[in-house]
């Protein structure tokens, strides 16, 4: 039994490395330039994931109830438009303070360029002007995406794995472990994604905003991927 524990915190930190996820948790942290800030995104994510599985594997083993197929198919369908809204929030922030460069000339005919952004004005909003006041606060809106995320997907199969488990309390633990593997994993992987980010954000910021608009593309692309794919499945299944 010890080696199927150890098993679900294997599996939960590979989970955490599955493309949805990592997309997600990387549109969340664009903009944020504190390394440790991405890093607390990436484990609070895990933690919402973990909540939600913990709540179904509990629906699963003590009431032993059944999600079908239908139902996991427009789970991973909202997954999908809550991946299109994320990248689409990226491209809209990076829009909205994007940069523009001005021709200046001198009296003595020199000229050369300004660079100009939008940020701040109308009402814009930089993330890390605020990364200190609320540096104590739960990202809520991580929170939620991470509990999305834990209804669709493979998380399924681990919620199917606990209910085959004889006893209820070893099947719970299963599911327990496969999310500390899982805040774990993202916890890594979200430290990783912040060393490109801090760095671009601080040495170049064409870079950075072209980092920024490939997450919010991709996330987007995958959103629509999954979207598409459940769609198909649920006209099959219903």
Do not use: K
Request: proline share 2%.
């Amino acid at each position: 039994m010890t080696g199927i524990l150890l098993l679900g915190l294997v599996l939960g930190m590979q989970h955490a490395l599955e493309a949805d996820h990592v997309a997600a948790v990387s549109s969340l942290c664009t903009g944020t330039r504190s390394v440790r800030r991405i890093a607390a995104h990436g484990a609070v994510w895990g933690l919402g994931h973990s909540l939600t599985l913990l709540i179904f594997a509990g629906a699963a083993v003590f009431l032993d109830l059944r999600f079908g197929d239908t139902l996991a198919q427009v789970l991973e369908g909202v997954v999908g438009v809550m991946l299109i809204l994320l990248g689409g929030q990226v491209l809209l922030r990076l829009w909205r303070d994007r940069l523009h460069f001005h021709s200046h000339q001198h009296a003595d005919g020199r000229s050369h360029f300004h660079v100009h952004s939008h940020l701040g004005e109308n009402g814009g909003h930089d993330p890390d002007r605020h990364v200190h006041s609320h540096a104590s606060r739960l990202p809520l809106r991580t929170l939620l995406v991470g509990m999305v995320h834990g209804l669709a997907g493979s998380a399924a199969l681990v919620v199917l794995t606990a209910s085959t488990v004889q006893d209820p309390v070893m099947g719970l633990l299963y599911v327990a472990l496969f999310g500390l593997g899982s805040i774990a994993g993202m916890t890594v992987l979200s430290s990783l994604l912040a060393v490109p980010m801090a760095w671009t954000a601080q040495a170049f910021t064409w870079a950075h905003r072209s980092l920024q608009a490939v997450v919010g593309f991709a996330t987007m692309a995958l959103g629509t991927v999954l979207l598409v794919e459940a769609g198909v499945a649920f006209l099959l299944y219903a």
